[in-house]
């Protein structure tokens, strides 16, 4: 065969996608031995052998961490813009972010004059890694004021978004530079804090992924899905009345008409069955739950929830995300020949009236591509090192979710009032608290604390397993939940319910960590 010092392989060899020259190869064996052993290797191996052997292994990294299994622009249907940036320090991302109205053909046929980020719903994806510095140029072109908040992302307090206790609201025609840095890896999401309710709901809202370089999973086929709804009337293209409805639909908490991921109605997807995925997905929804199944039965291993991966993954036949929810999962999706399968949404019985004459809906269909299947792919089980937060010497925080009628008016709130009637919570910089949510209501209240992870706990005190850093909690109708909180960073914090229309109406208010004063306005949320 002549010497190996010599002979170049320019020949290509394919194996599960991964092209790798041989000539790589024999450079990447030769680095990885001494000579002598090198040079033993090759007069006493054939050298075929040995050459398959290290291109099996590259290219199976190849194939599996870097260019995926998946066809060629299988996830154009879904793949959502992202934010550019304009930066060229690799530790910082620095974009521009404007809100205005578009144009938008969401219901087919028919154009809607959209509430945007960058002209886009839902707005750009912006990627940065963990401890990246993010700069954000925002400004306003809507024609009433907004603020953006960045939910989940334990932000310095000025960098909150909250008008009336963390910054201004922003006018029409001004803009605010938002400078913070990304200290945790996860799914987050940014959206208004003024008049969220009809904001979200007309649009404005996006994802912030924050990627941990030293993580690998091995599995390159990925989807962020923002899911959400919009209130639109399909003839003309109308956004609805942000308060139609009236009284009993503040109450119940204002749904759209149309279910949408990443911005579409029911996408569809040609993937190679067996492969796996990793699905990231956020409910960016002003009032409706998400509870999700493929119509196949085929179980979600959820790894990450929030706050990053869980302690240790754990099997779901169903993924339930309450507004303002995120969850981490793989799933290797089985696609019969010539028969679709779809992710679909279940009604989610989140108190009265939720689930009665409702059907599913159909969110996403996925085909099968012309790429064989991939066998008996097996998931990696993730695990993460949590430390459990300890009850012992926590200070107890009692909180009542309650119904009020006052002239004639049902409402909800919490015993006591919101926080501009002097009901905040204090805390001392560094307390450790225990918090106790009673929901005395008949509806479910999602609630969404500002600024912090927390560890959700069971009537002990002791963390619930898999243990797992959450920044909102589903609270059921008649139910109690609990969690222990640091509260290590000074400011004015919200919590309030994440159904919108909730929050509008006065289920809301601060913990005060530190020495803060709490600006005593009516917030407009």
């Not at 290219?59 to 813009?81: H, R, T, Y």
């Not at 907004?146 to 960098?159: D, F």
């Not at 001392?428 to 209240?445: F, V």
């Not at 509008?504 to 949320?525: F, I, K, P, R, Y």
């Amino acid at each position: 065969m002549g010497s190996l010092g010599s002979e170049k392989f320019p020949t290509a060899m394919k194996f599960s996608g991964g092209v790798v020259r041989a000539e790589a190869l024999y450079q990447t064996t030769r680095c990885a031995m001494s000579g002598t052993r090198f040079a033993s290797v090759m007069e006493n191996m054939n050298l075929y052998r040995v050459v398959l052997s290290v291109a099996v292994v590259v290219c199976f990294a190849v194939g599996s961490s870097a260019e995926g299994l998946q066809p060629e622009g299988w996830d154009a249907n879904l793949k959502l813009a992202e934010a550019e940036d304009t930066n060229p320090d690799p530790k910082i991302v620095e974009i521009s972010l404007e809100a205005r109205v578009s144009s938008l053909e969401i219901v087919p046929g028919v154009k809607t004059d959209a509430w945007t980020y960058n002209g886009g719903v839902p707005g750009p994806l912006i990627r940065v890694h963990r401890g990246d510095r993010l700069i954000v140029h925002f400004s306003n072109r809507l024609p009433h004021s907004t603020t953006v908040h960045w939910h989940g992302v334990q932000v310095p307090i000025e960098m909150d978004g909250v008008p009336g206790v963390s910054q201004p609201p922003v006018e029409t025609g001004g803009s605010f530079t938002y400078d913070f840095v990304v200290p945790d890896a996860g799914l987050f999401w940014y959206h208004p804090h003024v008049m969220s309710a009809a904001q979200v709901g007309f649009g404005l809202y996006g994802a912030l992924l924050v990627e941990d370089p030293s993580e690998n999973l091995g599995i390159p086929d990925q989807l962020v899905m923002v899911l959400s709804d919009i209130a639109i009337e399909d003839k003309t293209g109308e956004l609805h009345s942000p308060d139609s409805g009236g009284v009993l639909g503040a109450l119940f908490g204002r749904e759209g008409n149309h279910v949408l991921v990443n911005g579409r109605i029911r996408p569809t997807l040609s993937i190679r069955s067996g492969a796996p995925q990793r699905w990231r997905i956020v409910n960016s929804a002003k009032s409706r739950y998400f509870q999700l199944q493929l119509d196949n039965q085929q179980p979600f291993q959820l790894i990450g929830v929030d706050g990053g991966h869980l302690e240790y993954s754990v099997e779901k036949p169903l993924i339930v995300l309450a507004p303002g929810e995120r969850v981490d999962v793989l799933i290797a999706p089985q696609v019969e020949a010539g028969k679709p399968l779809t992710l679909i949404n279940i009604p989610f019985d989140r108190g009265f009236g939720s689930v009665e004459y409702r059907s599913s809906d159909d969110l996403i269909e996925f085909t099968g591509s012309s790429l064989p299947p991939v066998q008996a792919a097996v998931l990696p089980k993730v695990t993460r090192d949590i430390p459990a937060l300890s009850a012992e010497g926590a200070k107890p925080v009692s909180i009542e979710l309650i119904t009020t009628n006052e002239h004639g008016v049902t409402a909800f709130d919490i015993k006591g009032g919101p926080f501009w009637k002097g009901t905040s919570i204090a805390a001392s910089l560094g307390d450790m608290q225990l918090w106790t949510i009673t929901n005395k209501a008949i509806w479910a209240h999602p609630i969404h604390l500002h600024g912090f992870f927390f560890q959700e706990v069971d009537d002990k005190g002791v963390p619930v397993s898999p243990r797992a850093w959450k920044d909102t909690i589903h609270v059921p109708a008649d139910s109690t939940r609990r969690f222990l909180v640091k509260l290590d960073r000074p400011g004015s914090w919200m919590y309030h319910c994440h159904i919108l229309d909730h929050a509008e109406a006065g289920l809301m208010s601060t913990v005060d960590v530190g020495n803060t004063e709490t600006t005593a306005l009516h917030h407009q949320h």
